[in-house]
């Protein structure tokens, strides 16, 4: 991976750095979790702090440490018998150890801003 000078998307936000293109930003988020989705992986930790910036703005999700191979779980499913992540960012299904889909890294994405 390309060194990031940017550092994250959260130092960013923190310094009170406008983001220029906001709908730049958001449609890679968006590609960049599809393409992780395709790959039959949800990452369950979507947060400002797990995307990088590199030098010419482009984003790029890390931290894949509670990420899960949505191919193991039926349909696409899977359930939580412990909440793990950062609880600010979790979805709801995750914080009651509900079955889950892609759609909790979806939750997350959105709360970023």
């Not at 983001?19 to 960049?32: E, T, Y």
């Not at 979507?46 to 482009?58: C, D, G, Q, R």
């Not at 892609?102 to 970023?112: A, E, N, Q, R, T």
């Amino acid at each position: 991976m390309e060194y990031c000078s940017h550092g994250s998307l959260h130092d960013i936000l923190k310094k009170g750095h406008p983001i220029d293109n906001f709908r730049s930003v958001m449609i890679q988020l968006i590609d960049g979790l599809d393409q992780i989705h395709t790959a039959n992986v949800t990452p369950r930790d979507v947060k400002p702090l797990n995307i990088l910036v590199s030098e010419n703005f482009t984003m790029k999700y890390t931290d894949f440490d509670m990420g899960v191979d949505t191919e193991l779980h039926t349909g696409g499913m899977g359930t939580s018998h412990e909440a793990r992540g950062t609880t600010f960012w979790m979805a709801p299904e995750i914080r009651r150890r509900d079955h889950w889909g892609l759609k909790v890294d979806v939750f997350s994405l959105g709360i970023i801003f």
